[in-house]
T-cell receptor
Framework: GQQLNQSPQSMFIQEGEDVSMNCTSSSIFNTWLWYKQDPGEGPVLLIALYKAGELTSNGRLTAQFGTTRKDSFLNISASIPSDVGIYFCAGPGSGAGSYQLTFGKGTKLSVIP | KAGVTQTPRYLIKTRGQQVTLSCSPISGHRSVSWYQQTPGQGLQFLFEYFSETQRNKGNFPGRFSGRQFSNSRSEMNVSTLELGDSALYLC???????????FGQGTRLTVV
């Protein structure tokens, strides 16, 4: 089946720094979704991307749909302590698989005050 | 608009028992999906329902089943619980497909 590879797996940054993470796939995705999950909670949708090359922002977060349609990137500017959590990329499959999301393993972000 | 509501939040069950988890989707959403999240396997798709019909099922044993009611509320059932079923079970709703799914807070199931 489809697989999404996220990197890095974890990162420690100083408060105020910018963060970049990415997600790659061996197959094409028509939609990319970025979620954030806090401990013990469900994932919260941050940004949805629907077109190759699309760049979308949500506050300090910016995500891009890669032009090959096989990758996506998430940037967080001027990180703050509440950015701590696990960030997941996800995308729906094709055909019958379009009714399910495939998730990456996540990037765990730690912010040092 | 109220979000996705899952009940209960926490559950402790004994091996061999069965369990039923409930999910109320966002009002107007007709698609409900279920995912299992474990530290080792991450988020894995269980099944998806739309208008009371299961449209897709993940690679889980038949002990895992679900259903959707006419008001779009959904339940999932796990029979003959095993220790490995301990996980966070997440429900997600969307308007018509798996895209832009909104998740509930999850049910933390512990099997002892």
């Amino acid at each position: 089946g489809q697989q999404l590879n996220q990197s890095p797996q974890s990162m420690f940054i100083q408060e105020g720094e910018d963060v970049s993470m990415n997600c790659t796939s061996s197959s094409i995705f028509n939609t990319w979704l970025w979620y954030k999950q806090d401990p013990g909670e469900g994932p919260v949708l941050l940004i949805a991307l629907y077109k190759a090359g699309e760049l979308t922002s949500n506050g300090r977060l910016t995500a891009q749909f890669g032009t090959t349609r096989k990758d996506s990137f998430l940037n967080i500017s001027a990180s703050i302590p509440s950015d701590v959590g696990i960030y997941f990329c996800a995308g729906p499959g094709s055909g019958a698989g379009s009714y399910q999301l495939t998730f990456g393993k996540g990037t765990k972000l730690s912010v040092i005050p | 608009k109220a979000g996705v509501t899952q009940t209960p939040r926490y559950l402790i069950k004994t091996r061999g028992q069965q369990v039923t988890l409930s999910c109320s989707p966002i009002s107007g959403h007709r698609s409900v999906s279920w995912y299992q999240q474990t530290p080792g396997q991450g988020l894995q798709f269980l099944f998806e329902y739309f208008s009371e019909t299961q449209r897709n099922k993940g690679n889980f044993p038949g002990r895992f089943s679900g259903r959707q009611f006419s008001n779009s509320r959904s339940e999932m059932n796990v029979s003959t619980l095993e220790l490995g079923d301990s996980a966070l079970y997440l429900c997600a709703s969307s308007s018509f497909s798996g895209e832009q799914a909104f998740f509930g807070q999850g049910t933390r199931l512990t099997v002892v």
